[in-house]
């Protein structure tokens, strides 16, 4: 679409919708990427809903004229104009800190961001702090925590840490089969011929920025603990690990190349996080990146 066009739509979808402020925007999301859209607030309020070009054009087509585009952004909007969670509430704490949670982002590719976002360097990655909001009935959005918040909240970043650490553990953090996540597409008995214990995903109920428990040692220990031994975490995306014992899957350079591999062909732009591959050791309660052969040694 054309600059030209882009503008003349968003001034017609704010001609029909005269009680929210219609303003275009480009927004940075996670490894740098942007995405620009329309976004929409009511007076005196500082945030709503992002409608993205993207989005957009896969609901009516580029060859659409004005008006159906208009309708089309409208029609996708409308879900989103009234929140469950008040977004003026997130620039309050009493309001915000049992939503609170923590997010893994890569260190090196969110340089920039990290800047404004509070956050904790981590290995090669960074926790950072989101807030859920809750949309309708099920949809749900995370507005990343920054130095600003943290100041209009009052509190300080141990604080946060801490209350973010009580949320996620409150999602319910488990060990699923491969069976139960890709609907037994996977082998879940071990294998006889290489005595290979099979893959399990780690990750919380909701399925939902679940690789931050990667960053917790007190979590990580109490769903995995001595149930396996040391093991490798394998970062498929932000959302969840998936679990290697090491007694059965020593071949760690191998597993290293198809992280990479899925990364690059797989997993999307948002929702890299790394193409490290990590060791934990339960009995040390230690989480390490795999550098080579000398971190084959778990005893």
């Given amino acids: 679409m054309t600059e030209e066009r882009k503008e003349r739509i968003t001034a017609l979808t704010s001609l029909k919708l005269e009680d929210f402020i219609v303003s275009r925007h480009l927004i940075e999301k996670n490894n740098s990427t942007y995405r620009e859209g329309i976004g929409f607030r009511r007076s005196g309020q500082r945030n709503g809903p992002i409608v993205y070009w993207d989005d957009i054009l896969a609901h009516c087509g580029e060859e659409c004229d004005d008006d159906t585009m208009v309708d089309c952004i409208i029609g996708i909007v409308t879900p989103y104009l009234d929140l469950n969670t008040d977004p003026q509430e997130i620039y309050c704490w009493e ?152 007694e059965s899957w020593m071949d760690a350079e191998g597993l290293r190349e198809v992280v990479k591999e899925v990364n690059q062909n797989v997993v999307g732009e948002t929702d890299y996080l790394s193409d490290s591959i990590y060791v934990y050791k339960a009995m040390f309660d230690q989480v390490q990146i795999y550098m080579g052969q000398e971190n084959d040694n778990f005893v």
């Fill in 95 to 246: 309001k915000s800190k049992d939503r609170v949670l923590p997010k893994l982002i890569n260190a090196e590719r969110n340089q920039e961001r990290l800047e404004n976002l509070v956050h904790r360097k981590y290995l090669d990655l960074a926790e950072i702090y989101c807030t859920k909001m809750t949309v309708g009935d099920s949809q749900q959005g995370y507005v990343e925590v920054t130095r600003e918040m943290l100041e209009e909240w009052g509190i300080d970043q141990e604080t946060l840490e801490r209350q973010a650490a009580e949320n996620m553990k409150a999602q319910g953090y488990r060990l699923y089969s491969m069976e139960e996540m890709l609907g037994g597409f996977m082998p879940t008995k071990i294998d006889t011929e290489t005595e290979k214990v099979p893959l399990q995903i780690l990750t919380n109920r909701e399925g939902i920025l679940g690789a931050a428990i990667l960053a917790n040692l007190e979590l990580l220990k109490e769903v995995i603990g001595d149930k396996m031994g040391a093991c490798y975490l394998l970062p498929s995306s932000v959302h969840e690990l998936i679990v290697c014992p090491a």
